[in-house]
């Protein structure tokens, strides 16, 4: 049961059980995919998640070469059916990128992209590209403050491992994982040229490089990763080589040239840097909101005036919170690494005081909603719109609709969900509707847009189903409501928008 639950909230097949398998072994599924591509290049992907499973499509539909592809990742509960379902002709990553089941499908005709769990594959490799995870475990507070985090590299460097004990001597390792500046030269490279001595094998043909993925989960999921600019480096002459000999042959770099940087370590902070920024400007506009609130000021038409000026076009826009796997944790991952890999004793105070803030925006949200409703919320109906953590994308990793539904949980609020993408909350153990005619066939007491999905921006149909509603708190937590729909909505409902103060007022 536990291995549907999991499969659904990422992919639609809902009705079939993956038993994981008694043995890794899969040494003869390998060697049958490989007997029909004969001669081709071999590229091994580990880390089916949301990065690597579209990057292994990307190869497969290489721009200039034609690769046999083979994705690697865990036989456990919450990865196991990832390869099961690739084999099986279901892509596991949903997403709103019609470009995914054109690239998947195409594969599938060329039967050029395989999956497995069986370490075996890195022996066939000329190629491996790291996609797996790297966590930061957070130790948070009652109020979700950030007290403490720790950063361990064990599990990433046991991956690693597998990958040193199997692979051709003269094998590229492509590190795409984010991780903290430093890993690539001061981890990466020596582990893998140990497990070869140990083998008895030379480490003078390894390379070793580092390039950041700027994947774009939703309607630009294949180009963010073929058809965008890329950062690289290798751990040495013959590396930085052979990376861009690689990525060439993936990636549009006529229109879209690659930036080599002088170090790994280079290429490794410039992601978790242009992450933090993002992070900052976030956690920067915080403040600003709740001023905004304070001064009856609508933040969202300050922010739009301001980015007419070309110098000030990406400031951010406030809302329920920063949610997703990079955001909450790179700065982090940062801070660790100048304090662990480098030795420095100072944290880069100010990323890690970024995230905090941000960590806190769900409760703030709450909070706001709590000040304008007055009443207790024991009992009360809530309809949430949206869960996941970003707009038009199935993922909950971090979202920060959890936070906030924690905290209507605690207050004893009746919640209902609802998501066009998220079939199964994976983190809250819960099942989301997509049937959004049917969830406002009740009434609520309140209902709260957490997502902005396209489902709920400018859509005449939703706004006819809201008037007709009883009177009820409508909370815009990020902005997706314009001034007409607030204006009409307004007759019948009481609307508040987060970064807006009192509209009435
Ligand atoms: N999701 C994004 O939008 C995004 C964007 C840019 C970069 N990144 C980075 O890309 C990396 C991957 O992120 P993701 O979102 O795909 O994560 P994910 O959790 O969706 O996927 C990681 C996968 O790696 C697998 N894995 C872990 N250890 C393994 C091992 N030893 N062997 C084989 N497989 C293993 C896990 O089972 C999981 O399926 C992270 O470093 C992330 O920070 C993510």
Known sequence: METILKTVSRSPITNKDYPIPATVND????????????????????????????????????ITEEYAVIGIDLPTPASWWKICSINEGVFPVLASDPKISEYYAKSREKKNY?????????????????????DVKKQTGPGHELLDYTVDLTPFKKAVESIGNNCRQDVLVLVETTVPPGTTEKVVKPLLQECLQKRGLPVDQ????????RVMPGPKYIDSIQNFYRVFAGTDAMSTEAVEKFLRTV???DEFPLTRLGHTNATEMAKVLENSFRAMNIAFMVEWSRFAEE??????????????????????????????YCLTKDPLLASWA???????????????????????????????????????????????????????????????????????QEA????????????YWEEKDTWVTQDLNKLLEQDYDIITITTGHKEYRSNPALMAKLQEKTPAVIYDT????????????????????????????
């Not at 390894?206 to 993925?213: N, T």
């Open 412 to 423: 004893g609020a009746e919640i209902s969900l609802h998501d066009p993408h998220v079939l």
């Open 295 to 324: 001064a009856s000021v609508d933040i969202y038409e300050v922010v739009n005036a301001i980015r007419m000026r070309p110098t000030h076009k990406n400031i951010m826009l406030p809302g329920l919170g920063v949610g997703g």
């Open 251 to 253: 990636i549009r770099t």
């Open 114 to 134: 395989y999956a497995t769990c069986d370490p075996y594959a890195y022996s066939k490799a000329d190629v491996v590209i790291v996609d797996i995870n790297l």
């Open 206 to 213: 390894l390379k070793v490089g580092h390039s950041y993925e």
């Open 338 to 408: 100048r304090m662990n890999l480098f030795n420095s004793n100072d944290p880069l105070l100010q990323s890690e005081k970024g995230v905090r803030i941000n960590d806190k925006m769900p409760l703030y949200a709450f909070e706001y909603l709590q000040s304008q409703y007055k009443d207790s919320l024991s009992g009360k109906k809530v309809l949430l719109l949206g869960v996941s953590y970003l707009n038009d994308v199935g993922d909950t990793r971090y979202t920060p609709v959890e936070g906030f539904y924690n905290q209507l």
């Open 478 to 505: 990020i902005g997706v409501l314009t001034n007409e729909e607030i204006k009409t909505l307004s007759d019948k409902h009481m609307v508040r928008v987060l970064g807006r103060g009192d509209l009435q007022g």
């Open 27 to 62: 040494q003869a599924g390998i060697d049958q995919f490989l007997s029909v591509h004969p001669g081709k290049k071999v590229v091994v992907v580990q880390g089916m998640g949301f990065v690597g499973s579209v990057m292994g499509l990307v190869v497969a539909n290489a």
